[in-house]
């Protein structure tokens, strides 16, 4: 099946740092990407929707200069945290649906878990 | 209009009983729904979807039974294992063939016990 490599898994990291997540589709080109918050024991939360070459739509109350994501390839969106602090630790996951005829389900990637200290 | 609403919050089941999660939508535009399963530490995995113009899709011990008057649909998992201990959510789409945005219920922990 449909394939999507998260990166890292984890990162600990002090106050003030900023903080890069890759999301890439191994065996499809990932025409769309989404970006998504979770907090313990709670639902996905949508951050944003990134399509190839185009600037991410960011979903109400996201700060988009908090959180910049870029979609530069078919197989690769990437999520920077800026200048992180304690309360942007959280379970961040990626997923990718690709180009083609029919249903185009979301794959889901493992995560990152991000912890600032 | 945007939520889907997702009950119980969590599920305790002996091994070899049913388990069963429901969920409810208002936008009638939604047109694809489906269940991800979720471990601990893990992103979630896509376990089954439904379109609104089938009642019902088995797959194994899984089956979705969706009721498009009621605008509701459910998870029945049968024969449950410890090892379907996770945490279960459903979702719901505009656009079969799009790729558009999911919408999740809250999630439920399901726990099947030996």
């Known amino acids: 099946g449909a394939v999507v490599s998260q990166h890292p898994s984890r990162v600990i990291c002090k106050s003030g740092t900023s903080v890069k997540i890759e999301c890439r589709s191994l065996d499809f080109q990932a025409t769309t990407m989404f970006w998504y918050r979770q907090f313990p024991k709670k639902s996905l939360m949508l951050m944003a929707t990134s399509n190839e070459g185009s600037k991410a739509t960011y979903e109400q109350g996201v700060e988009k200069d908090k959180f910049l994501i870029n979609h530069a390839s078919l197989t690769l969106s990437t999520l920077t945290v800026t200048s992180a602090h304690p309360e942007d630790s959280s379970f961040y996951i990626c997923?990718?649906?690709?180009?083609?005829?029919?249903?185009?389900?979301?794959?889901f990637g493992d995560g990152t878990r991000l912890s600032i200290l | 209009q945007q939520q889907v609403k997702q009950s119980p919050q969590s599920l305790i089941v002996q091994k070899g009983g049913i388990s069963i999660i429901n969920c409810a939508y208002e936008?009638?535009?939604?047109?694809?729904f489906p269940w991800y399963q979720q471990f601990p530490g893990k992103g979630p995995a896509l376990l089954i979807a439904i379109r609104p113009d089938v009642s019902e899709k088995k797959e194994g011990r899984f089956t979705i039974s969706f009721n498009k008057s009621a605008k509701q649909f459910s998870l029945h998992i049968m024969d449950s294992q410890p090892g379907d201990s996770a945490t279960y959510f459903c979702a719901a789409r505009k656009g079969w063939n799009q790729g558009g945005k999911l919408i999740f219920g809250q999630g439920t922990e399901l726990s099947v016990k030996p």
């Open positions: 936008n009638t535009a939604f047109d694809y």
């Open positions: 997923s990718a649906s690709f180009r083609g005829q029919g249903n185009q389900p979301q794959h």
